[in-house]
Each structure stands twice: as structure tokens, then as C-alpha cells.
């Protein structure tokens, strides 16, 4: 106890003598925004009253505007910095494709922007193999912290943790009860079925859809997050170490089902914001959603909410993928040691559990911090969520999870060909598997 005592007074003494020193940058940069609706309750009583020059800790993400978690994000950051006498923690959101593009070009820089940054599964382990981030153990040490989820173990180099999980989405299918019951279908418990199901769930004439998926280039962060799901329904990997699998059975069964659903079941053209629009309002009947996704319908679809449900995996593996969203630090920054502050405030199990509940999470990087009451309250968490044989991504793309943009670029860019073009799935990923294995010969 008196040694974490120490650590924050010790911490405390640096960020005030340093914080004159960059109170001109701190001045100029712009103010933390409001969240919406009242902050959470704080354990530390009342606000500390600020007596100077606030250092400035800037923080990157792309969900700043995504319904409840937006809204719980920026309570928190509220909540911190009415606490803080000494930091302000100011938020810039980016959409998520635009976001992934401007990470990955400050990994290849090597100068990454922002003091806090969040970064998806596959961004993670090139941030910390180019040796950008500052270590995090201290966070765990400070709070005490003993179970963290096994899934941090690709956030670990040379004995350091460089990043903490701050949502965990896992894919499951999730569908409107009332189309199911107003086509007196039941969950498909086969992917043969399952397209089957989609289909007769689809009326084109009436544009009505059975299945929504991401499809387009242009939306090609979006697009690979989505297809990458698609190895799962026949048990394969996309590759393995530096060799891709793109023209093995379980990829091209796996595109084929998706080719199928594309083409009896889809709205096809349409792009990621009118197909969420066409799900909200009833018309596409279900997807393949991440559970991070579901708490967001809450707000933004009020009549649609009460009616979600989750299927059954409708394969036989029950195997789906779970991505975990670590939040890091810019070793480079300037204000590092205020950043930490901030992350170790979150990760304060009593903060990270009201962060989780608060965005409608459901799986916890910190078990402990769980509540079976809240888990319980969640009526379309169950079969789809739970129970289920979670893998991650570096379970499945191999050594390409350094560079999984650009090998999903090659994956979806001709797989279009199949979509638009009328060219074979064999030929298309028989091309893919050659220019992937260029790649690995590039990044070797």
C-alpha cells in the first residue's frame, strides 16, 4: 500500500513540475467535449479543484460517436478530468477506416500521432514490434490486477505489456425475431440451412433481404473485418506463418457460401450505412454482427432492440473470431506519464467493469470485474454469444497479422472479381494466393 502511495505522490510531483513547461502547448490545444448526460458516479468523492497549467493528453479512437459507447467514453473522460488538477484528456475521433489508414502509415513512419492511441488485434502487434508504444505493466501493477484475459498475451514483448483491452467483439449472428416468426423459421444449424433460411427470408420485389454483409471496396477496412469471419463455417485458416491457405478447401467453401448469400439473399451495392439502415428498420433480417455492435441498436433503433436475438453458430466447429481493442501509448509522447494516468485510471476494475456495462459489452478482459446480473440482463446474448469456441485473429491469418491490411486487400480485391466479375472462386484466390505469397516474400 505504501508503495503505491509513493508511486503517486512520485507521479504527482512530476506532472505538476512539468506541466508549466508545456502550459503554452496545453493553452493552445482544444477542450475536452462534454459527454452527453451525467458522468458516472467517481469513487474518489469530490472533484479535485485545478491550481495550474493542465498538461494536454490527446486521445485517439474512431468510437467517440458510436451511440452508448460513445456517450460512456466521453463521461469517463468528463469524470477524469474533473479529477485531475493537473491533466486534461482531450478525445479526436476518426472513422475506423480512415483511422486503420492513418495508424498504419504512422507504424511505417515510425512516428505515430496522439498520446493515447486504440488500436484493433492486427495494428496492435505492428505498433509494438516497431517499438512505438510505451509498457503498460504498471497499470496491472497499481491495480492490482491478476486475471487478465490470456488473449493479452500478443500485447506482450520481451517480458512488457504494451497494450490493455478495452472491448473485446466477438462475431455471432444476430436477427430480428419478427421476420423469423413472420416466416415461421426457426436458427439454422448448418450452413447449407443457413442459406436456405436466408433466402426464403428474401423478397426482392418487396426489398426485403435475408442477410447483410459489407461487400465493397471502398470499404475495405470494413470489408476484410467482416470476410475474415468467413473461414470459420469449414474450419480453416487464411494462412498459416508466412503461407497463405487462399486456395485450400475450407477458404474456397467458406467465399462460396458467402458468393451464395450475395447472391440470393443480399442487397447487393449497397454500402455498410444503408445496409445497418435497412437492418434497423426491419428490412435485411439479419448478419453477422460483432457483440460490441448489438448495445448501439439500443439508442439508434429503439423499436428494433426488444425484438434482437443471437443464433447458434451454424457450424459444426462452433468456432467464431474475438478481437480485442487494446488501448496503448505513444512512447514518443511528450505527456506519457500524464497518458498513463488516464489508462491506469481506467483500468481501475471498479471503473473497468461500469466502462463495459456502459457500452454493453459482454466479454471481460478482466473476469473478475464481471457481473452475472448485468451479464443475465442482456436478452439477445444468448446462444450466439455464449458458449461459444472463440479464436482470434492470430489464430488465423499466421505472421500476416503484421501486415493484415494489405494481405486482406489481396484477399477482398479479388474476391470482388467474383462478386462483380463473374470470374470462378478458384481463379480468383489462385491469383490472391500468388500475390499473397509475393507479400511474404516482401515482409520476410
Given at each position: ?34 459527454a ?20 494536454t ?6 468510437w ?19 479529477s ?5 484528456v482531450?478525445t ?48 496491472l ?14 500485447m ?6 504494451y ?24 436458427p ?12 426464403e ?50 477458404i ?18 449497397s ?35 426488444p ?20 488501448m ?15 489508462v ?40 450466439g ?24 486487400q ?35
Open positions: 500500500m505504501s508503495t503505491e502511495k509513493n508511486q503517486m505522490l512520485n507521479r504527482r510531483t512530476f506532472l505538476k513540475t512539468t506541466a508549466f513547461g508545456i502550459a503554452a502547448a496545453a493553452m493552445a490545444a482544444c477542450a475536452a467535449p462534454v452527453p448526460g451525467a458522468a458516472p458516479a467517481t469513487e474518489s468523492g469530490a472533484p479535485a479543484v485545478s491550481t495550474g497549467a493542465k498538461q493528453v490527446r486521445y485517439l479512437s474512431w467517440f460517436e458510436e451511440g452508448n459507447r460513445g456517450k460512456t467514453w466521453l463521461a469517463f473522460v468528463d469524470e477524469f478530468n474533473q485531475q488538477p493537473d491533466i486534461e482531450v479526436e475521433n476518426t472513422p475506423f477506416n480512415d483511422y486503420t489508414t492513418k495508424t498504419i502509415v504512422g507504424a511505417q513512419s515510425g512516428q505515430l500521432d496522439g498520446d493515447i492511441v486504440m488500436a484493433t488485434p492486427e495494428l496492435a502487434p505492428r505498433l509494438i514490434r516497431a517499438d512505438l508504444l510505451m509498457p503498460l505493466d504498471e497499470v501493477t497499481r491495480n492490482n490486477i491478476t486475471d487478465l484475459s490470456s488473449a493479452h498475451d500478443a506482450r514483448k520481451d517480458g512488457h505489456i497494450g490493455l483491452d478495452m472491448v473485446t467483439v466477438a462475431f455471432g449472428i444476430l436477427y430480428n425475431s419478427q421476420r423469423y416468426e413472420e416466416a415461421g423459421v426457426t439454422a444449424t448448418t450452413p447449407d440451412e443457413w442459406i436456405a433460411l436466408s433466402e427470408l428474401t423478397d426482392r420485389d418487396a426489398q426485403k433481404y435475408g442477410f447483410f454483409a459489407t461487400h465493397l471496396l471502398n470499404e475495405a477496412s470494413d470489408f476484410w473485418f467482416q470476410l475474415e469471419e468467413w473461414c470459420m463455417p469449414y474450419d480453416g485458416v487464411w494462412a498459416v506463418g508466412k503461407e497463405p491457405q487462399l486456395t485450400s478447401e475450407p474456397l467453401k467458406g467465399l462460396d457460401m458467402f458468393k451464395q448469400l450475395y447472391d440470393k439473399a443480399m442487397p447487393q451495392g454500402d455498410t450505412p444503408t445496409g445497418q439502415r435497412l437492418f434497423k428498420v426491419g428490412d435485411v433480417a439479419q448478419g453477422l454482427f460483432v457483440s460490441a455492435a448489438v448495445g448501439q441498436f439500443k439508442p439508434d433503433a429503439p423499436d428494433l432492440y425484438l434482437l436475438r443471437s443464433a447458434p453458430i451454424p457450424w459444426e466447429s462452433n468456432k467464431s473470431i474475438a478481437r480485442i481493442h487494446p496503448m501509448i505513444n512512447n514518443s509522447s511528450e505527456v506519457k506519464e500524464a497518458a498513463l494516468e488516464f491506469t485510471y481506467m483500468y481501475k476494475p471498479d471503473n473497468y467493469r461500469r466502462m463495459v456495462e456502459g457500452c454493453e459489452d459482454v466479454i471481460f478482459a478482466q473476469p473478475s470485474a464481471a457481473r452475472q446480473e448485468y451479464l443475465d440482463s442482456l436478452h439477445w446474448l444468448k446462444p454469444y455464449d458458449g461459444v469456441s472463440y479464436v482470434t485473429p492470430f489464430d488465423i491469418v499466421g505472421d500476416f497479422v503484421y501486415n493484415f491490411q494489405e494481405f486482406g489481396i484477399v477482398i480485391t479479388n474476391f470482388a472479381n467474383v462478386l462483380n466479375g463473374g470470374i470462378s472462386i478458384e481463379e480468383a484466390m489462385a491469383t490472391a494466393q500468388t500475390e499473397a505469397e509475393a507479400l511474404a516474400e516482401r515482409i520476410s
